[in-house]
């Protein structure tokens, strides 16, 4: 039955059948406890069944939601139903579409005149009916209602109506092309009620709609649609279908207002206009699309942090000295900020090395932008696709080509995927970001498992390829990425990135940002599910997995190590990553001077400068630059990584470069008292906030920010995760939340004297964070509890 | 702290109840002490207890706290960061409000009035401060604002003489009849205009930094009378003891209007309508020893209903409040207690009766001799809350409710967390 005619029906129609129907009251249940309702209506809320937070079913509810809500209700899948809200008839209308589409089998109807038609003849009820739960067992139907972006997408053009339910002023600012708009309320008459049946049809010809014709409905929410479907429905249309995604899912998918190279025109075009200008220009959402560019607008209005993208975190010595006299001359403060004195350790015109392999400076002025862009074009840098919901920044292993066990060098890998998306509008506009990896050698230097897709290397026979993992990332939602279990050539490996992007764009959602990730959506499809939707998406079938050779998880490249052809390659530690623009353009002076003319960029927000022939690393080892950013750090100073924090993110709770960088020095200085300083690396992680963007689940130590507060005061404060190793495959444990951020490094050297005492022979931190209860962790982090003797040693 | 901390449970943090899908995929749960919006959101908000003061919009030092228009309920325009303070300054879940009354009191060391047998044992008082009856001098001031037109008359003075640039209000919206909207009056005439009580909540303390913007005022150096329920101002009042980024800066002074419960407004409008009422017609609504009037623009009265029969459109939030008389205010107004045409006010800080005195040109004031009835309607209002109130009633009690603490108090009662409609959870925004 469903939907078919008389779907609306009058509250006379309904009085004399209370006994036959039953009514459903849609509106929320307070409303429905406390304000009364028609005699004998079961509540079944729309805010319980509206879901638009789904990743791949839109919409629409899940199934256990739905049947649930019903079955509470004491509805069974043959009853008919009569569907009311107080709102004009789309809640209503939306349950019956909702019911239609899961496959309810008996009658549905919709109230004419709502709760308000009821009123005025009829008296409300508050006395609830007796329910008895059912079982709700329903088939979908063989032909859905429902139809998703690609149907619209075939329909365009062709004898299919597609009709636009908004207003006429929506209509009129943008809808699908060739939509007819037909603002659901036309419907109606003044007071609520359903017009007659000849003026209806007189306006529904007007706009090409005849029941003999497929009609698609679409509107924001999927709200006002149903309204219109269900009348057309009682008007004897039987091909209806309709568009969940709707215009706010098309439009994000489509709109060339989200084409990066579109956006750098007009950047160009309004740079002299000031941000008001280019907002006048291009729109009040164009701050948030300046992300395609590398545009982030910092916390300081008018100023930005620009990203440059780094594929593989290889530069040449001439893009490195680009990048930083453009860090010294356009990263300055302006006077009413502090000028030079902005930041009290490292004053201003310096540039962030990030965790993705990419620069990031500051205090960019939207004027200077297109002389940036300029100079960067000469020597084939970009920033295009550096944010924004696009490829990002390829990251691979720093020492790709030069580390003598590597199976593959992946520069070509790299080089190849970056350039197929860079600029492409179908891969510039995905639902979210999509981070890729890949890595040749076999230390897992590029971090698989945080990817949304990484390649690491295999073995098939004689072949050489990769082993493809998915779904993995950080953020408030970790997840370490799946296994295909599939074996990749190296050549197939740009079709892999696009076929990802492609299942990507047709089952996540443009509408729900937080839960949009890849990772959710392999989490909802299943693994199994996505490597098949994967399959379909290549021109080619899948190997099984090859022999993975993957053996260790490498944290840092920091010291001098040989390469494959005898020469060095000298990782330098810059702590926090942070480091002055000229000293960078000096960084890649010295690669002129002692190596092949080439610097990289380490996931560790570190660099790294190759081809150092044996006679010449003396020389190199004393120059003055690397007392600062040295290749033989303390322990801590060598695995500090932290986010840009409160200083200029408006997301940070804390600070995190300058407090960082003051712990780690610290904290070295006490290690070397306590005669800890023979420790290689201890890998201290601090986000400002919760979202992850210093990585603190692969720390030993991960803090991120938080604020503490007790009776007597309120405080900067960090949460505290412990024993993060990725060659364990495994994350930072929080073990204690709010820890005043004063009292934190203090408590993670009673950490560190603790693991030195009672550690077993080559027992990793990670492993003996696992093996002490999280109890005695604390306790020692919080400076309570039994304590190792030399805890004493202070932290200054 | 030391001592708590180190009983907890070797647990990771009890897990929402909302299933979000963020919670599910991960290895890794969070700490102890850790809360989002979302634990907020859904113990607070999805469950009917928000009474709309405003603080979470206040607290949150990354604006990522909006206010939905239709609900006028708090929601999350961007990015959560998991910093925890909306919970600490809600008074409905993570702010022990009773605590926060009781350390303004100590910290006033005024007189007391009144003994009332607090619920841990304690001699609580109800009333704190000094008792006054009080009028407006000016007649039409008088006539009007609520019972005698003091706290127009105080408020007006002090802006006048420039001991304030302005007073955060409510008034009627336009567009909506009985709904309350804040508003930041600078001048006597915006204050007349803005006089009588609004009886729906403002999510006042949240719109501080935009009716500041909007009346071309500087927070870093504003001085803002802040006028609101008891809840508003336990809310303000946490945020001035715990500032963190100068959030509270621009409040100089603090008025408590006496409450017993505030209402929904839509459900209000159409519980003024089942009387057969048009709410367009209301001009002012007043309740006065247990009865609700409504008049209408010509001062007739069109409506006179016990309280009672409103019940439906209230607030349940307010239901577990104890702070009838505003407790944590430099300030307290109200009705009750000094008769037809006057005033109540309750003079309780230092800051408050340094404003009193300087406003005591406009003002005609006599100490309040009697406070029985004041007290009598405190009390019962006090024993209302206890009885709702879940968790423990503890004026004496640490500062903090953590979410676990609220959870075992909650929880199995009928104002346990609700799971989130996933539908709100999707107001986040890209940010990395």
């Known amino acids: ?796 | 702290m030391s001592e708590d901390r180190s009983k907890r449970a070797d647990e990771p943090r009890l897990p929402g109840v909302g299933g979000d899908p963020r919670e599910s995929v991960g290895p890794v749960s969070d700490p102890d002490g850790k809360t989002w919006f979302r634990d907020l959101d859904e113990a607070v908000v999805e469950t009917d207890r928000c009474i709309q003061c405003g603080t979470c919009v206040a607290a949150c030092p990354s604006d990522s706290i909006g206010i939905e228009e239709a609900t006028g309920r708090p929601t999350l325009v961007r990015m959560c960061t998991g910093c925890s303070r909306c919970w600490d300054f809600c008074p409905r879940s993570g702010l022990r409000y009773e605590r926060i009354v009781d350390l303004v009191a100590r910290d006033a060391g005024l007189p007391r009035h009144g003994r009332n047998e607090g619920a841990d044992g304690a001699d609580d008082s109800i009333i704190v401060g000094e008792p006054y009856a009080a009028r407006a001098r000016d007649r039409s001031e008088h006539a009007a604002g609520q019972d005698g037109g003091a706290v127009t008359a105080l408020l007006a003075e002090l802006l006048e003489s420039g001991a304030l640039d302005g007073a955060l209000v409510a008034r009627e919206r336009a567009d909506e009849p009985l709904r309350g909207e804040a508003f930041l009056a600078t001048s006597r005439a915006d204050l007349r205009e803005a006089a009588g009580s609004v009886y729906t909540q403002t999510m006042q303390l949240g719109r501080l930094e935009e009716t500041l913007e909007e009346a071309g005022l500087d927070a870093s150096d504003a001085r803002i009378a802040l006028v609101g329920t008891p809840c508003v101002i336990e809310g303000a009042a946490a945020l001035e003891r715990y500032d963190w980024a100068g959030e509270s800066e621009p409040i100089a002074l603090t008025v408590a209007l006496m409450c017993t419960r505030s209402f929904e407004h839509e459900r209000l409008q159409q519980a003024v309508e089942s009387h057969g009422v048009d709410p367009a017609a209301v001009e002012k609504l007043d309740v006065d020893a247990g009865v609700l009037y409504a008049v209408d623009a010509d001062g007739e009265v069109v409506l006179e209903e016990p309280i009672g029969s409103f019940d439906t459109a209230a607030l349940r939030g307010c239901l577990e409040c104890s702070d009838f008389v505003g407790g944590a205010a430099d300030i307290s107004a109200g009705s009750v207690g000094s008769g037809e045409g006057s005033t109540t006010l309750v003079v309780r800080t230092e800051r408050g009766r340094r404003a009193f005195e300087r406003a005591s040109a406009g003002l005609e004031t006599a100490a309040l001799a009697e406070t029985g009835a004041l007290e009598r309607i405190a009390d019962w209002n006090q024993r209302r809350a206890l009885e709702a109130l879940p968790r423990r009633f503890e004026p004496r009690g640490s500062v903090g409710i953590t979410y676990e603490q609220h959870r075992a108090a909650y929880d199995g009662t009928d104002r346990e967390p609700e799971a989130l409609n996933p539908a709100r959870v999707h107001q986040y925004e890209e940010w990395c």
């Open chain 1, 1 to 796: 039955m469903g939907l078919s005619a008389p779907v609306v029906v009058s509250p006379e129609w309904l009085e004399a059948r209370l006994e036959s129907v039953t009514p459903v009251d849609v509106r929320p249940e307070r409303a429905y406890a406390d304000l009364g309702h028609v005699p004998g209506a079961v509540n079944v809320p729309a805010e319980r069944f509206r879901e638009p937070g789904r990743v791949a079913a839109g919409t629409l509810p899940d199934w256990e939601t739905f049947s649930g809500l019903l079955e509470r209700a004491g509805i069974g899948p043959d009853d008919a139903l009569v569907a009311y809200d107080d709102e004009g008839g789309p809640l209503a209308a939306r349950l019956l579409l909702t019911a239609a589409t899961f496959g309810h089998r008996g009658p549905l109807y919709l109230l004419d005149g709502g709760l308000d038609g009821w009123r005025a003849s009829y008296p409300l009820s508050s006395d609830p009916p007796a329910l008895e739960p059912t079982s709700y067992e329903v088939e979908p139907p063989a032909d859905s209602p429902l139809v998703g972006r690609e149907a619209v997408e075939a329909a365009v053009d062709t004898d299919t109506v597609i009709v636009d339910t908004r207003t006429r002023a929506e209509f009129e600012a943008s809808h699908v092309p060739s939509a007819v708009g037909l603002d659901w309320e036309a419907l109606l008459d003044e007071e609520g009620w359903l017009k007659p049946r000849a003026d209806l049809e007189h306006l529904l010809e007007s706009r090409g709609l005849v029941p003999d014709r497929r009609v698609i409905l679409y509107c924001n929410t999927a709200r006002r649609l149903s309204h219109t479907f269900v009348v057309l429905a009682h008007l004897g249309f039987d091909d209806l279908a309709y568009y969940e995604g709707s215009l706010t899912d098309w439009v994000r998918a489509r709109a060339p207002a989200w084409d990066p190279l579109e956006l750098a025109g007009q950047v160009r075009a309004h740079a002299d206009d000031g941000i008001e200008g280019l907002v006048d220009a291009c729109g009040d959402d164009v701050l948030s699309r300046l992300k395609l560019v590398g545009l982030y607008h910092q916390k300081q209005p008018g100023y930005f942090m620009l990203r440059t993208k780094v594929p593989g975190g290889i530069l040449t010595s001439e893009q490195a000295r680009v990048i930083g006299r453009v860090a010294s001359e356009f990263a300055c403060a302006p006077e009413r900020y502090g000028a030079s004195r902005q930041n009290p350790i490292f004053g201003d015109a310096y540039l962030d090395l990030t965790t993705r392999q990419d620069v990031q400076m500051h205090w960019i002025r939207l004027g200077d932008v297109p002389e940036i862009w300029d100079r960067y074009e000469a020597v084939g840098l970009t920033t295009l696709q550096a944010c924004g919901n696009s490829v990002r920044n390829v990251v691979s292993c720093p020492a790709a080509g030069l580390d003598p066990e590597e199976t593959l060098d992946v520069r070509p890998q790299v080089e190849t995927i970056s350039e197929r998306f860079l600029g492409d509008p179908v891969y510039g506009n995905l639902p979210r970001k999509l981070k890729v990896s890949v890595t040749g050698c076999h230390e897992n230097c590029a971090r698989a498992q945080i990817n949304d897709l990484a390649f690491t290397p295999a073995v098939d026979g004689d072949r050489r390829g990769f082993a493809v993992h998915v779904g993995g990332g950080l953020s408030d939602g970790p997840r370490l990425a799946s296994d295909l279990g599939v074996f990749v050539e190296p050549e197939q490996v740009p079709a892999v990135v696009a076929a990802t992007a492609e299942v990507f764009k047709t089952y996540g959602s443009y509408l729900d940002t937080a839960v949009n990730r890849l990772r959710y959506l392999v989490e909802e499809l299943g693994v199994e599910r996505f490597r098949e939707e994967l399959e379909r998406a290549v021109p080619f079938s899948f190997d099984p997995a090859g022999e993975a050779v993957t053996t260790s998880y490498r944290g840092d490249h920091v010291g001098v190590h040989d390469q494959a052809d005898g020469r060095h390659y000298v990782g330098l530690a810059v702590p926090v990553g942070r480091l002055a623009g000229r000293e960078f353009a000096t960084l890649a002076d010295l690669a002129d001077a002692y190596g092949a003319g080439e610097l990289r960029l380490t996931p560790n927000q570190n660099a790294l400068l190759p081809h150092v022939g044996a006679a010449d690393l003396e020389p190199l080892l004393a120059e003055p630059l690397l007392e600062r950013y040295s290749p033989t750090p303390g322990p801590f100073t060598r695995g500090i990584v932290t986010c840009t924090g409160h200083e200029f993110c408006s997301y940070g709770v804390i600070e995190t470069k300058n407090r960082a960088v003051g712990w780690a020095r610290s904290l070295d200085a006490w290690a070397e008292r306590c005669g800890l300083d023979e420790r290689e690396v201890i890998r201290l992680h601090l986000s400002g906030c919760s979202a992850s963007c210093a990585q603190p689940q692969l720390g030993d130590v991960g803090l991120r920010g938080e604020i503490y507060r007790d009776d007597h005061r309120t405080t900067a404060a960090v949460d505290v995760g412990l024993g993060g190793d990725l060659g364990a495959g495994r994350f930072a444990d929080w073990i204690a939340g709010r820890v005043p951020a004063e009292a934190a490094p203090e408590g993670i050297g009673r950490l560190v004297l603790a693991y030195e005492a009672e550690r077993l022979a080559d027992e990793r931190f990670s492993e003996w964070v696992d093996r002490v209860p999280n109890d005695r962790l604390r306790g020692l982090l919080e400076g309570y509890g039994d304590a190792p003797e030399s805890s004493t040693a202070e932290v200054r």
